[in-house]
């Protein structure tokens, strides 16, 4: 067990963090992959995988991946939303860890969505 002197330091490093992320949070892009069964029996944690992967191989500080439960269209799965500063919503749709990379290169890190990926082209 940590002494508590250490755990002290832990908890005011991770309380930096967090209130450099509060100051922050205009420029951060989240990422919000949906977790539910029915996106986990889909393939959502690979993608999940994939996408800290990319993020943290590229450095990208100010994007953050999280979860999230039931997104409501199972038949969609594995389902992420992209929360880019001042953008709408971008709702990805049958995601796969190979379409990943794209999504970062082309989304994330040059603001432009890849539509045929989107929820939008999966209703036509």
């Given at each position: 067990m940590k002494?508590?002197?250490?755990?002290?330091?832990?908890?005011?490093?991770?309380?930096?963090?967090?209130?450099?992320?509060?100051?922050?949070?205009?420029?951060?892009?989240?990422?919000?992959v949906g977790m539910a069964t029915c996106g986990i029996a889909a393939g959502a944690r690979p993608v999940m995988l994939k996408f800290m992967e990319?993020?943290?191989?590229?450095?990208?500080?100010?994007?953050?991946?999280?979860?999230?439960?039931?997104?409501?269209?199972?038949?969609?799965?594995?389902?992420?939303?992209?929360?880019?500063?001042?953008?709408?919503?971008?709702t990805y749709v049958h995601m796969t860890p190979e379409k990943v990379g794209r999504v970062v290169a082309e989304h994330i890190v040059n603001g432009r969505p890849v539509t045929e990926f989107t929820i939008g082209a999966a209703e036509e």
């Open positions: 002494s508590m002197a250490e755990l002290e330091a832990i908890r005011k490093k991770t309380l930096e963090r967090i209130n450099l992320r509060r100051e922050d949070e205009s420029d951060n892009v989240r990422v919000v990319e993020i943290n191989k590229r450095e990208m500080s100010n994007v953050t991946v999280s979860q999230t439960g039931c997104i409501g269209m199972c038949r969609l799965e594995p389902m992420v939303d992209v929360y880019m500063p001042g953008k709408e919503k971008v």
